[in-house]
């Protein structure tokens, strides 16, 4: 386990010093980062151990390029992009049908999740956890896709637009279609953090795995 004192390090700092030879606190990447991967694999619709293989591919790529990672983009973004990369060589493919941008995107509509409410944060309950995780995997992959990073990872437009390789207008667009599907079947309002949750129990044993991996190369 890494101490304390690390852990408040950028990932900036983290990465110099593993490029310097500290290869052990890579874990914090790792234990950073594993609940954005295993939401955007669980919403890619992979089980649980196809998305933990998925993890330790991205966690292993990305360790082996970290020379090439440009220190002033957003490491979260880099990293998500290659889980992303994974996801679609993994079902060897990466087509999405082209939308017309043309139907009216009312970008001022309530959230569909809210995480500031603690009193709703207290009711909310496994089972209905899992509607929404089902609900959420009937919709169509591309509209998923974008409505995990928008919503379930808290991505910003240009970020998701540059991920997806469509432009900032679909991602409205497939966000606003994608929380339509959505709304007839999730009336309450829920922690998005609570969604494809990669709990404790996994993470401690998967970093296990993954630094042992790390440390062969």
């Given at each position: 386990m890494i101490k304390e004192q690390f852990e408040q390090l950028t990932e900036v700092e983290i990465i110099d010093r593993v490029l310097d030879g500290d290869k052990p606190l890579y874990e914090i990447i790792v234990r950073r980062f594993n609940t954005y991967l295993y939401k955007i694999g669980?919403?890619?619709?992979?089980?649980?151990?196809?998305?933990?293989?998925?993890?330790?591919?991205?966690?292993?790529?990305?360790?082996?390029?970290?020379?090439?990672?440009?220190?002033?983009?957003?490491?979260?973004?880099?990293?998500?992009?290659?889980?992303?990369?994974?996801?679609?060589?993994?079902?060897?493919?990466?087509s999405f049908k082209k939308e017309t941008v043309n139907e009216i995107i009312n970008e001022n509509v309530m959230p569909m999740f809210n995480s500031n409410n603690d009193a709703q944060k207290e009711i909310f309950s496994h089972e209905l956890g899992k509607i929404i995780e089902a609900s959420l995997l009937r919709i169509p992959e591309d509209y998923r896709m974008v409505f995990s990073l928008r919503e379930i990872n808290g991505l910003n437009v240009a970020e998701t637009s540059s991920l997806l390789d469509i432009s900032e207008a679909n991602v409205k667009v497939r966000l606003n279609r994608a929380k339509a599907m959505l709304r007839t079947e999730i009336e309450k309002t829920y922690s998005p953090e609570e969604l494809f949750e990669f709990n404790l129990c996994y993470c401690n044993p998967f970093t296990e795995r993954v630094m042992k991996k790390i440390h062969e190369i």
């Open positions: 669980r919403s890619y619709s992979y089980n649980h151990e196809d998305t933990q293989d998925l993890m330790q591919d991205t966690y292993i790529d990305a360790f082996k390029c970290l020379a090439q990672f440009k220190q002033g983009s957003s490491f979260k973004t880099w990293i998500i992009r290659i889980m992303l990369n994974n996801c679609y060589r993994k079902k060897n493919k990466f």
